[in-house]
């Protein structure tokens, strides 16, 4: 394993478990310290002690401002500065349309867009040069998926905020760049699909499987690091091909 991530502060949203966890896992192995942030505290607690010494735990949500900026003063009482943030916090359900309530419309837009957008705002400015931010996309922002529409449009929303804030961050020497995954083997996916849903949901792309967590979080380490320093405003797309034909 490479050390590409050595002396690298990072957070991650959502990274208790699923993709935010095997990215947390892989960041620490190339060298990072990385302070984890999510809603279950169960799930924290759980999470930390398979990542070790070289992770934290902070417990709140993306939607609410105030627990952003505790995240964001233990970042900084801790480590000064920041380097790397994930924005992984997602949400989603399915609801047709005809079907759609308000309070699905703010559960998944407050998640999606507006926490994204304050989980890097309120990043800022403890980054500098060399730093490097990660918004979790999907294969859904380019496809769209019946009865998902608000997850689907939360997500192309996702893709262009890194376009539009590459040009914000000219001169900055931080990049933005969309990690957009396909059908994923997370926890979440296996308790709602079961098996036979897994199988069906892996066949449908040209790899005919889904994907480990752990593959998205090497392409997340990718991104994070200096071997991706020419890349911003771009979408990686690890989705087995399903988005792409």
């Not at 949203?13 to 169960?42: K, N, P």
């Not at 066949?203 to 071997?227: H, I, K």
């Amino acid at each position: 394993m490479t050390s590409r991530l050595t002396g690298k502060t990072a957070v991650i949203t959502g990274g208790a478990t699923g993709i935010g966890l095997a990215s947390a896992q892989r960041f620490i192995e190339e060298g990072a310290f990385v302070f984890i942030f999510g809603r279950r505290q169960e799930a924290l607690d759980k999470a930390l002690a398979t990542l070790g010494p070289n992770a934290r735990a902070i417990q709140g949500s993306v939607s609410d401002m105030a627990d952003l900026d505790k995240l964001y003063a233990a970042v900084k009482s801790e480590r000064g500065t920041l380097d790397i943030v994930l924005a992984n916090s997602g949400t989603g359900a399915p609801l047709k349309l005809g079907e759609i309530t308000v309070e699905h419309c703010d559960e998944v837009l407050d998640t999606n867009i507006k926490g994204t957008v304050f989980t890097v705002q309120k990043a800022l400015p403890l980054m500098g040069k060399g730093g490097s931010i990660i918004l979790t996309g999907s294969s859904a922002g380019t496809t769209g998926a019946p009865g998902f529409s608000l997850y689907s449009a939360s997500k192309a929303a996702v893709r262009n905020l890194a376009r539009t804030w590459a040009e914000d961050l000219k001169g900055t020497g931080i990049r933005v760049n969309v990690l957009s995954p396909g059908p994923t083997a997370t926890e979440l996916a296996k308790a709602a699909l079961g098996e036979e849903g897994m199988k069906a949901f892996g066949a449908a792309n040209p790899l005919q499987r889904m994907a480990d967590p752990a593959e998205l979080g090497a392409v997340a380490a990718f991104l994070a690091s200096s071997d991706s320093s020419f890349m911003t405003a771009s979408e990686v797309a690890v989705d087995g091909g399903l988005a792409q034909i």
